[in-house]
């Protein structure tokens, strides 16, 4: 039997459409779950050098006190993004992604070394640098940083205080 040119392109197309349905449905009946922020390895390194440059007065002094305070503000900054709407959750996700990435890390920051070997003065520069620059898009993401940080801290309790807080109404609570 023969196989002409008609034959073999039919049998291309239907393949083909065969082949597009069969992805389409299962697409359909395997949809891919929303993908959230992660902090991890040098994001979380970096938002653990930002933390305490931008809390800096607050924190308690003690070393391990200030290693406890820091650890928790970082995780509450971390269940903060994981509240925020997906398309946010990836902006910030790239934000962590650029200062993780080491020569964007150098080139945006100044900072040569990780974020595990940062100095508070350097992350101090760093973000004064971000606050005030005349490119928008640095002076957004060092507010994102600021009020994330800032949320992250004032969203425990035991913090409300300092800043004259008194807590929700009751009436609300």
């Known amino acids: 039997m023969e196989t002409t040119r008609r034959t073999f392109l039919k049998a291309g197309v239907l393949a083909a459409a065969l082949l597009a349905a069969g992805g389409g449905w299962y697409r359909v009946t395997h949809p891919a779950p929303p993908r959230g922020f992660v902090l991890d390895g040098e994001a979380r390194a970096a938002l653990d050098a930002i933390v305490p440059a931008i809390l800096a007065g607050a924190l308690p002094d003690a070393p391990a006190d200030k290693a406890r305070a820091i650890a928790a503000t970082t995780e509450r900054v971390h269940q903060t993004i994981l509240g925020l709407p997906l398309a946010a959750q990836q902006e910030v996700q790239d934000l962590f992604g650029l200062l993780a990435l080491a020569p964007a890390r150098r080139l945006l920051t100044g900072i040569p070394h990780g974020w595990a070997a940062a ?49 929700p109404l009751k009436a609300l609570a």
């Open 119 to 167: 100095r508070d003065v350097e992350v101090a520069a760093f973000l004064q640098d971000w606050r005030v620059h005349r490119l928008a898009l640095l002076r957004t993401a060092y507010a994102a940083l600021h009020d994330l940080v800032l949320g992250g801290w004032y969203s425990d309790p035991a913090h409300w205080d300092a800043i004259g807080y008194p807590g």
